[in-house]
């Protein structure tokens, strides 16, 4: 939190281009002339940029880092004969990721208010947003334990990020695409995320299996992490 506060400025500006282009292509461009389930499509496509960039902020900001202070800092052996518990240990890697992608949705959040969307920021909305990003911090807790170099970690997110980012609902919706791959993107959890921000951000509800999904996978990506850092700590 302490390097966070010293260079927010720098995190606030690159957290700010991607989304801003994104709006600008999406919102302004294309969106223009397209209507998703009755409304417009920025307001279709804010939710799954949000969705994204909580994926893409907070799984960066734990995997890469602590898969450096891994494998070439060699920096992770002094937290690990620290006396703190693994679970500790994951917890205050994860939440700092949390924070980030935390700031990163705040930031689309409101460039999307002065694009002119419109959409239901409830207390609901913010707390699926505060799940998506611990999920994904906690995802990318397993990636920097488990995978064994930087080569691998670029590859991780190649085939497991990449595909989801534009594929899981971010976009446009899953069920345009063939059954067979629709089903297995329905497996994942960012289209969970965007179900769920999408539902809340309308005012049409909220999708209980979405949420016990992105529940689910929060607790399995956190015990994973845990368990990862005690077999390192074991090791």
């Not at 959890?189 to 965007?194: E, F, K």
């Amino acid at each position: 939190m302490i390097v966070l506060r010293r260079t927010f400025s720098k995190f606030f500006a690159s957290r700010l281009v991607g989304p801003l282009l994104y709006l600008v292509a999406f919102g302004w461009g294309l969106g223009r002339s397209i209507q998703m389930d009755g409304g417009s499509y920025l307001e279709f496509i804010v939710p799954g940029i949000i969705a994204l960039s909580a994926m893409n902020t907070s799984f960066s900001a734990v995997g890469i880092n602590l898969n450096m202070s891994r494998l070439y800092h060699k920096t992770l052996d002094e937290y690990l004969i620290a006396p703190i518990s693994p679970g500790a240990f994951v917890l205050g890697k994860v939440l700092a990721g949390t924070v980030r992608g935390l700031i990163a949705c705040l930031i689309i959040l409101a460039l999307a208010f002065l694009f002119g969307a419109r959409l239901a920021a409830n207390g609901w909305f913010f707390l699926v947003v505060l799940l998506t990003c611990f999920l994904f911090s906690a995802l990318g807790a397993v990636a920097a334990m488990v995978v064994n170099s930087h080569e691998d970690m670029a590859n991780f997110s190649t085939f497991v990020i990449l595909p989801m980012s534009f594929l899981c609902g971010t976009f446009f919706s899953p069920d345009r695409l063939p059954q067979v791959f629709s089903f297995v993107i329905e497996i994942l959890p960012l289209t969970h995320a965007s179900y769920l921000l999408r539902a809340i951000g309308s005012g049409t509800g909220m999708p209980g299996l979405s949420l016990a999904a992105l529940v689910l996978y929060t607790a399995v990506f956190y015990a994973g992490g845990v368990l990862a850092v005690w077999k390192v700590r074991k090791s």
